[in-house]
């Protein structure tokens, strides 16, 4: 049990564009998500928490009107990453909660390439 | 937050058992410990969770001595697979802050 899903596993784009990553919790209901970002060789950075129905909580640094974070239902959540960059290009990792202080499940990651 | 504090290589061979320690001078009360574990281009993943004591699951040991300040992960008899990224984490609420983590190398 206690399975996230990510998709794409891996996308590359242009600079410019816009790319959205989806978040899915496949057997539990998730009152919280996280959104988390990370470079190679580096730790994995917090980049927003969502709460389902509210709004995101975003980390310091990290640009609300860049990175829109959708958390619509207890099963999903979106990353849009809005006029991507080369800089963008990252790692992608979400997680998820069904309560709070409970473990988080990790998805799988998605590897952002900008061109 | 508690921040972690974790050595950042560590190697080992295989078959033998790997301590792996973290500090956590500024714990909280309702603060849980939970390590994970992480390969390349992959999400963590689970390893064990704990809040005092000793905690023992299928693939690893958790000990946390009384004043909470510092944690072991214990790995017994790695292998080659066991080679990653482990990170401790200590968290009592939603937020979770990763710290560097340990890369641990098992050489044949």
């Known amino acids: 049990g206690a399975v996230v899903s990510q998709h794409p596993s891996r996308v590359i784009c242009k600079s410019g564009t816009s790319v959205k990553i989806e978040c899915r919790s496949l057997d539990f209901q998730a009152t919280t998500m996280f959104w988390y970002r990370q470079f190679p060789k580096q730790s994995l950075m917090l980049m927003a928490t969502?709460?389902?129905?509210?709004?995101?909580?975003?980390e310091q640094g990290v640009e609300k009107d860049k990175f829109l974070i959708n958390h619509a239902s207890l099963t999903l959540s979106t990353l849009t990453v809005t006029s991507a960059h080369p800089e963008d290009s990252s790692f992608y990792i979400c997680?998820?909660?069904?309560?709070?202080?409970?473990?988080?499940?990790f998805g799988p990651g998605t590897r952002l390439t900008v061109l | 937050l508690a921040k972690t504090t974790q050595p950042i290589s560590m190697d080992s061979y295989e078959g033998q058992e790997v301590n792996i320690t973290c500090s956590h001078n500024?714990?909280?009360?309702?603060?849980?410990i939970t390590w994970y574990q992480q390969f390349p281009s992959q999400g963590p993943r689970f390893i064990i969770q704990?809040?005092?004591t000793k905690v023992t699951n299928e693939v690893a040991s958790l000990f946390i001595p009384a004043d909470r300040k510092s944690s072991t992960l214990s790995l017994p008899r790695v292998s080659l697979s066991d080679t990653a990224v482990y990170y401790c984490l200590v968290a009592g609420g939603f937020k979770t802050i990763f710290g560097a983590g340990t890369r641990l190398f098992v050489k044949a």
């Open positions: 500024n714990i909280a009360t309702n603060d849980y």
């Open positions: 704990g809040y005092k």
């Open positions: 997680s998820a909660s069904e309560d709070r202080g409970n473990e988080q499940f």
């Open positions: 969502s709460n389902e129905g509210s709004k995101a909580t975003y």
